[in-house]
């Protein structure tokens, strides 16, 4: 039986009964009403990107329409109003990930340059020659190439915890390759490309017996499931607005106030100084610090926004739906013979990657799109899984908590109609 939640997460144990009414928040999201290809969208690419609720895009038009300007240079009544929401926003960023503190949460533009971020300053000025950075093999290029352009810089090495035929981690050779010269564990909460939920808890305590940091990325996490970032003990967690029901460019990266305080400043410029003269530049504090320029007013607030909005629907009841989901499309495509399920662990996220005996995926997605169903096809920017499982692409049907029974057998027989055309 596949299940969405990480066993040590906190709401698996207690599961809400109260039934998710996906057809009531539906009506919550006006992109879902359109049809496409003269059919009804059926909108299963949730894992590149989610829709956004009418609150989110009320509240960025509301922005801009009514209470705009440039943050914390003005003394004017629109840029104290711009700097409270955005600075609100951060706060409702700390609460969403139970943050400790507001200067925890570095607003970037999403999960990859929350990493490029941490690689560039910590990995900048912790990495040396023969050090290392581990990562595990089901590791979106974001959380690959980054380490690879700072290790090769430093001369250090990165490793991989390799991954077994379900697609999940082989965790006990995960602490053998800990050692007084790795610097950094940065590992994938969930797996875009399988669905693969990793146990980060155990991996984050694993490290911290070994005295190393761990970076999660939470890119595929915190929209199915709760996240406290303190009760992971997580030292960075970076995570997409985008694929939260925010809006495109926005992101956050947390990180222990200790860390970020001892990191250098990523980029320079306007916002993240003290004082400029030719002679010293003395850096602002964090969050600032890694904020340099116009930050993404209006991404920040509808960021703030979306999480709201998350906030306010009975997650434990999502994450049920979802499963129910994913268990229901799990039966329905495994009924169908040419088809094989990539990606089998045991704990998934709402995923599922598949092939199709010798359709290409690229076909297999034009002709869903034909039906007015949307998925996903490709490697997912996860290139090392694909060439641990033997194969190109795969498609990929990723669910949200808007996503219905329905969807799932529309997409069944959506498959169905693929194979006629191939046979
Ligand atoms: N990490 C994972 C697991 C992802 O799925 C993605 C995007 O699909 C990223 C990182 C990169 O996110 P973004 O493109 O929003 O920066």
Redesign the pocket.
């Known amino acids: 039986m596949s299940t969405m939640w990480n066993d040590k997460a906190p709401v698996a144990a207690a599961p809400s009964a109260a039934a998710f009414d996906a057809w009531r928040v539906r009506a919550d999201f006006p992109a879902l009403r359109q049809t496409v290809r003269g059919r009804p969208l059926i909108y299963l690419d949730n894992?590149?990107s989610t829709h956004k609720p009418k609150v989110v895009i009320d509240t960025v038009a509301r922005f801009y329409s009514e209470e705009y300007s440039n943050v914390h240079r003005g003394v004017h009544y629109l840029s104290q109003l711009a700097t409270d929401l955005y600075e609100d926003a951060r706060r409702t960023a700390q609460q969403f990930l139970n943050a400790r503190r507001e200067e925890e949460i570095v607003f970037v533009r999403?999960?990859?340059?929350a990493i490029n971020l941490v690689a560039q300053t910590f990995g900048r000025s912790k990495l040396g020659p023969g050090d290392e950075i581990i990562v595990s093999a089901i590791e979106?290029h974001?959380?690959i190439v980054p380490w690879q352009m700072i290790c090769r810089e430093k001369g250090a090495t990165l490793r991989v915890i390799p991954i077994d035929e379900h697609g999940e981690l082989i965790l006990d050779a995960f602490e053998p390759m800990l050692s007084e010269r790795t610097k950094l564990v940065s590992i994938?909460h969930v797996?875009?490309a399988l669905g693969t939920v990793n146990p980060v808890k155990e991996i984050i305590e694993i490290a911290h017996r070994h005295g190393v940091p761990v970076l999660v990325?939470g890119?595929?996490s915190v929209q199915h499931m709760p996240v406290d970032v303190q009760e992971l003990d997580c030292d960075f967690f970076a995570l997409?607005g985008?694929?939260i029901y925010g809006p495109t460019g926005i992101?956050v990266l947390y990180g222990k106030k200790a860390l970020l305080d001892d990191m250098p400043p990523y980029q320079g410029g306007g916002d993240m100084i003290l004082s400029v003269s030719f002679e010293r530049t003395v850096y602002n504090d964090v969050p600032f610090k890694f904020e340099a320029g116009t930050p993404n007013i209006a991404g920040a607030i509808g960021l703030a926004a979306a999480l709201k909005y998350f906030r306010s629907l009975d997650i434990a009841a999502i994450a049920a739906h979802e499963n129910e989901l994913l268990e229901y499309a799990t039966r329905k495509l495994e009924a169908i013979d040419a088809l094989r399920i990539i990606g089998t662990a045991t704990h998934k996220a709402s995923v599922i990657s598949f092939t199709l005996c010798a359709v290409h995926p690229h076909d297999i997605g034009t002709i869903l799109d034909q039906h007015g169903i949307a998925v996903r096809a490709g490697h997912h920017?996860a290139q090392p899984v694909m060439q641990h499982f033997g194969i190109p692409a795969t498609a990929r049907a990723s669910f949200s908590f808007y996503n219905t029974m329905e969807d799932v057998d529309a997409l069944a027989h959506g498959i169905e109609s693929v194979l006629e055309v191939f046979t």
């Open positions: 894992a590149a999403g999960t990859t340059e979106h974001a959380n994938v797996s875009n990325d890119a595929q997409s985008h694929k992101g920017c």
